[in-house]
């Protein structure tokens, strides 16, 4: 168990929709970390945040979007949903040594 | 911009064989490399780490040592098992592990008993 939980586990929505995925890091960890893992793309870092501000961005689309509250878990927000979004997302976090600690992910299908 | 390239397998050995896969990298400044591991319908763990040329690190049995002159970053363990069939990602930061990841494509490993 790495400490960093994700909900739902499963996502089964239809396109045109908007879902939102949620990430609690671990107990201290300022960092978090969105990526996405499709069988096509492979492994994609999406976005960080840092204490509550966006720190880098990756290959995000611009229906994509984050943000990370002042109790430090963070949400990643899906929007007109296309059937190519189907992935599964992981969240990722990281204290000072910069060692990211991955969650179990959330499987996202859209039909 | 910044890449990872290894075998994607699937890749099937006996148990108790010798592993190695391939990993090399591109990278614009002095990345730190890693190796994570992903068993069936779990998240990644980070297997080892090394953040400068000529680093080996190992973890479990399993080894890799940062070639600056040859930009590799080759996994290597001496006598595989059973529990070793996994996923197994190579990546790379340019910010020590505090950015975003570059991952490769991932290489399944198979071990047959």
């Known amino acids: 168990d790495s400490g960093v939980t994700q909900t739902p586990k499963h996502l089964i929505t239809a396109t045109g929709q908007r879902v939102t995925l949620r990430c609690s890091p671990r107990s201290g960890d300022l960092s978090v970390y969105w990526y996405q893992q499709s069988l096509d793309q492979g492994l994609q870092f999406l976005i960080q945040y840092y204490n509550g501000e966006e720190r880098a961005k990756g290959n995000i689309l611009e229906r994509f979007s984050a943000q990370q509250f002042p109790d430090l878990h963070s949400e990643l927000n899906l929007s007109s949903l296309e059937l190519g979004d189907s992935a599964l997302y992981f969240c990722?976090?990281?204290?000072?040594?910069?060692?990211?600690?991955f969650g179990p992910g959330t499987r996202l299908t859209v039909l | 911009g910044d890449s990872v390239t290894q075998m994607e397998g699937p890749v099937t050995l006996s148990e108790e064989a010798f592993l190695t896969i391939n990993c090399t990298y591109t990278a614009t400044g002095y990345p730190s490399l890693f190796w994570y591991v992903q068993y069936p319908g779990e998240g990644l763990q980070l297997l080892l780490k090394?953040?400068?040329?000529?680093d080996k690190g190992s973890n479990k049995g399993f080894e890799a040592t940062y070639r600056k002159e040859t930009t590799s970053f080759h996994l290597e363990k001496g006598s595989v098992q059973v529990s070793d069939s996994a996923v197994y990602f190579c990546?790379?930061?340019?910010?020590?592990?505090?950015?975003?990841?570059?991952f490769g494509k991932g290489t399944h490993l198979i071990i047959q008993p």
């Open positions: 990546a790379l930061s340019e910010g020590g592990g505090a950015d975003g990841l570059t």
């Open positions: 990722a976090s990281s204290g000072s040594v910069g060692e990211q600690f």
């Open positions: 090394a953040t400068k040329a000529d």
